[in-house]
């Protein structure tokens, strides 16, 4: 006869690692493989109450370089791709917190930092295809380039879109009117 033991799972909202603390909605760094790190929401921090382990079930990100064979001019290197890839991994590799903005608020941070990130598609590994379609993805500028919010841009006072300084008249002051608004201000 086998004694069947009462598992009990323990469900965490926040845990400390490292002297930091990480809760439930952060998005991390996660150290899996050696000289790359992964990226990652956690959803929960989980203990089968008869282990010591201690487990986070995650939902990861795709990097750009795990999606494209060669990175398009369109892709930031800020850029992360949301899944709906879960797993659980064991807390320990855990060891950086990220955030991950939608592309408008990236695009107007203009602080420089490594660790904020931004997500503008949903990648199914399975289906092989993004959400929404690069078709659907914003375009700029009178050449309809993808916007690349690495890249640099002179912005219409009157539309509020972005141009790029070479395919755009250079302005000669701080101002600049895109051909659209400047004809409309005429009529
Ligand atoms: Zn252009
Ligand atoms: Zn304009």
Redesign the pocket.
């Known amino acids: 006869m086998s004694i069947s033991m009462i598992r009990k799972k323990i469900e965490y909202k926040k845990v400390i690692i490292n002297s930091e603390t990480y809760r439930v909605g952060d998005s991390v760094k996660i150290n899996e493989r050696k000289d790359d790190c992964l990226y990652a929401e956690i959803l929960s921090f989980w203990q089968d109450g008869l282990k010591p382990d201690a487990y986070a079930k995650v939902r990861w990100y795709f990097k750009p370089s795990e999606i494209f064979e060669e990175i398009p001019d369109f892709i930031s290197a800020a850029e992360l791709m949301t899944s709906n890839v879960e797993q659980n991994i064991t807390v320990q590799s855990i060891y950086d917190r990220v955030t991950v903005l939608n592309l408008s608020d990236y695009h107007e941070n203009d602080l420089v930092d490594d660790n904020i990130m931004f997500s503008r598609s949903l990648y199914d590994p399975r289906l092989k295809v993004l959400r929404p379609p690069l078709s659907q993805w914003k375009r ?6 993808i916007l690349n919010p690495d890249e640099v841009y002179v912005g219409c006072d009157g539309c509020f879109g972005f ?2 300084p ?3 008249i250079a302005p000669d002051d701080k101002e600049y009117i895109c051909d659209k608004c400047s004809k409309a201000q005429k009529n």
């Open positions: 700029v500028c009178v050449c309809e380039s141009f790029h070479e395919c755009v």
